[in-house]
């Protein structure tokens, strides 16, 4: 049995990778907004903060009430209990990966959890 699982991911409007890729600490999503659309509801989260990486196009998100202008390149960080609504730029789409993952839980990353062979 392989040690990885490799997927492709269609443009659709919105694609979870938790039970696509059998994630066990994270939910990750494809999400690809037209021009002029947005997200038809404000979210938080109870444990969870919210990585974002827009690949293409622009857009806003609003958080807590401060207008936040997106474009391609930008990384945002949203904390759990702050409230979010995400849309596209009126006269461009906007396609972002939303990385969600429990707040305080990384003990180790990149050489710290590492163990290197020689």
Known sequence: M???????????????LHDKLGLTGAEISVNNLPAGAGVPFVHYHKKNEEIYFVISGKGQAIIDGETVELTAGDWLRVEPKARRQFSAAADEGISFICIQVRENSLEEYTADDAIVEQ
């Open 2 to 16: 392989a040690n990885f699982k490799k997927i492709s991911v269609e443009k659709d409007a919105r694609t979870e």
